[in-house]
């Protein structure tokens, strides 16, 4: 990804605060300059400058870049430890310029309480599916949870195992095609769409609980102010937080990436409910 340089004729024509403008790059001071071409939208430096593995129209690339952004904003690269999961992310380690440790499949919650445990003054979070933390990991989000540890949740949240060929997964909703529920997902033979951010909430160790998209200019700017006060809420020493993306998988969802955007907005959003859940 290269910086996009804006002259002064140009910039004139952005807003404020619009998205090509993230708070991270320099802006204001910049944009003073009538002799220089100004930055207006760069690499957080957060995220390294190399290509993602990931389809075209996937969220987990935005999602990425959202959470690169908070810490270059939080200025806490230095001390930021990510947990990366088994999923389409597990390589997150090769986009993310900051500290970042594997774990087994759904076990980020476990390896990251251990992290927190030891060096209490890092900036831990973990970034999984929802295979991950939602059917293979159930236990170790529900637990970690539960005990309250002042950890970060990242969770991305697309309704299929994107990485083994596009599953059902326990998020996966009524009626949807995978390659697993040829005829969509049906109730009865296979349950409930889990709403892992409703379960959680009931749990006194839970300090902050919001679901967010990234379908939309719109919606991406919000996921970006709920990962940082996700992160703020660990800052502050306050408790377990997370984030649950509604994110897009166009490959198993047989769509085009546009369509993918439209299905959030139109299903996924309206079982899942978007917005501040706990906090
Ligand atoms: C112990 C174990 N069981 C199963 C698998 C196979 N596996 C790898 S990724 C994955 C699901 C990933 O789906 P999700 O967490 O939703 O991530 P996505 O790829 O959709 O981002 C599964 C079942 C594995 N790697 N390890
Ligand atoms: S399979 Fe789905 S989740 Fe995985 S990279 Fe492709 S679009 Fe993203
Ligand atoms: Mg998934």
Redesign the pocket.
Known sequence: MSNIIRTKNAKDKIRKNSVLRPESAPSAQALKSDTQPAVVFCRPASLRDIETHYCAGCGHGIIHRLICEVIDELNIREKTIAVAPV??AVIAYDYWDFDVSEAAHGRTPAVATGIKRVRPDNIVFTYQ????LAAIGTAEIVHAANRGENITVIF????????TGGQM?P?TLAGQKTATTLQGRSLRREGYPLKVLEMLAVLPGTKYLERVAVNSAQEVMRARRAIRKAFVTQMQGKGFSMVEVL?M?PTYWGMTPIQAAERIKNDVATFYPLGLVKG
């Not at 599916?129 to 991950?132: A, I, P, S, T």
């Open positions: 999923g389409c599916g929802d295979g991950d991305v949240n697309n309704g299929v195992y994107g990485m997964a998020t994110s998988c």
